[in-house]
């Protein structure tokens, strides 16, 4: 592994052959490793919302707690060793905030409720997610998956993020969604959100206010911390009864009841009943895998003063083993996916506005998600937020939901992508990420035929590098 790479330094001229330089790291293969303190600094506005958005970390407890039957406590030690490895990736030179595969929760959900509770649904899961892991590291060792996130036609892209994001409104405005118990708090809190990343008005108040400026820093903690006080004010959630101390979670459970460990691997008919669920699951990733790549992409066009670079290559073999690891030691409905998008956005849109803002766009990453594993730690932030984990849920998915339809959308060059997007966007919704994809295959051979990999550009859009 190389000590020495090319300094960041200041910006370079336009007419530098070089280009922009990438931030300080060592090289290691297809990894390039950053250390806080070594080669970022700690951003304390990044780091503070981390310390209570592990509130949407936690959220995956209830999920957890009503597929497996898990206590709180073997819940939580899941969620903890899940958040450990969301380090692994800006420690490795993914420009991600990392989180859930999202969308692909419910139909994960649905797959495994076909077996028994107990032992054989805890398999299932195992297997899937063993699974879907390997099946990522391989793409990402082959170099397939760089080739994949190229090669698939324009319209397919947009009809998955698109379908993505309606999936997500689908999940918090549906029957049983977390709006039906917390609809006052979730349109406070979400409202603010939008005002504070959106607005207009409240972006040029922020450039001529010292004061708005250091609220938008704060991404959406306002929000969580707005949310924390309205829904007891409304009925809509008990007041948070504040305990101290470190957290306490229960590994040995853990690993004696629910892991390999104690129950041993599953039989080869598991992962084999698991393949179709896994390629299904993974049309998800790819859409994240592309919103990720968008969104970078966008941050880094308005600072030239670094290179920042998504290889889904080295993305890939990250969550892949994030998965594969998880599935062995602590099996995870919301499973280990390549992009926080909510987060994703608001980091880089505070990266966005320049060095002052925020050195580089990795010490932004690293940051938050420093702060959460602070935050999944102590008691005091833990009970605080308990009472409004539905609220952080909603609030990441629908952020999420707003991006990819954005994203989605300008995925598309003509008028024959969109409509073909929004059919194959409507059937992942309804239908799920398996028929979504058959979908938009078929329309893409019956409009394009032989220019079905290639489209077509009318000019609706405007060209995009």
């Not at 959106?198 to 010292?210: K, P, Q």
């Not at 959308?409 to 059937?427: E, F, K, P, Y």
């Not at 919704?429 to 938009?440: D, H, K, R, T």
């Amino acid at each position: 592994m190389s000590d020495t790479v090319r300094s960041a330094g200041p910006a370079p001229e336009e007419d530098d052959p070089r280009g922009p330089a990438p931030s300080p790291h060592w090289k290691a293969g297809p990894f390039e490793v950053r250390l806080p303190f070594k080669h970022y600094r700690i951003e304390w506005p990044d780091y503070t919302q981390g310390l209570f958005m592990c509130a949407v970390d936690l959220a995956a407890i209830p999920l957890m707690v009503d597929l497996l039957g898990m206590p709180f406590e073997v819940a939580l030690a899941v969620v903890l060793i899940n958040g450990l490895l969301y380090l692994t990736h800006h420690m490795l030179g993914d420009p991600v905030v990392p989180g859930w595969i999202t969308p692909a929760i419910p139909l994960v959900m649905a797959y495994c409720e076909t077996f028994p509770e107990g032992q054989e649904r805890i398999h299932a899961l195992i297997s899937f997610q063993i699974l879907l892991g390997l099946f990522s590291i391989t793409l990402g060792v082959t170099g397939l998956a760089r080739r994949v996130v190229t090669a698939i036609p324009a319209a397919i892209k947009a009809g998955v993020l698109m379908g993505a994001g309606i999936a997500a409104v689908q999940r918090i405005f549906g029957e049983g969604g977390e709006f039906g118990d917390f609809p006052i708090t979730i349109t406070i809190a979400v409202g603010l959100a939008f005002f504070l990343m959106y607005s207009r008005g409240f972006a040029s108040w922020r450039a001529r206010n010292s004061f708005a400026m250091q609220i938008g820093k704060l991404g959406v903690l306002p929000c969580i911390l707005v949310a924390v006080v309205v829904a007891p004010l409304v009925g809509e959630a008990e007041w948070s009864e504040v305990e101290w101390g470190i957290i306490q979670p229960d590994f040995m459970t853990l690993w004696r009841e629910y892991t390999v460990f104690g129950l041993g691997l599953p039989p080869m008919s598991m992962f084999l009943m698991a393949i179709p669920t896994v390629l299904a699951t993974y049309i998800v990733v790819f859409g994240d895998s592309l919103q990720a790549d968008a969104v970078i992409k966008e941050a880094d066009k308005t600072r030239p003063d670094q290179k920042v670079e998504y290889n889904p290559d080295r993305a890939h073999m990250i969550f892949g083993a994030r998965n594969t690891l998880m599935g062995v030691i602590g099996p995870d409905v919301a499973m280990a996916g390549p992009v926080w998008a909510a987060m994703q956005v608001v980091i880089s849109e505070r990266y966005k506005e320049g060095k002052k803002a925020m050195k580089n766009l990795y010490g932004g990453m690293g940051s938050f998600r420093w702060g959460t594993n602070t935050g999944l730690l102590l008691l005091p932030i833990v009970t605080l937020v308990e009472p409004i984990l539905g609220v952080a849920l909603a609030l990441t998915l629908l952020i999420q939901a707003f991006v990819s339809v954005r994203i989605g959308i300008m995925q598309a060059r003509s008028q024959r992508d969109l409509g073909i997007a929004g059919v194959t966007a409507g059937a992942l919704a309804l239908l799920g990420a398996g028929w979504g994809l058959a979908v938009g295959i078929l329309l893409c051979a019956v409009i394009y035929g032989r220019q079905f990999f290639v489209g077509e550009d009318d000019g609706t859009f405007a060209k995009q590098d």
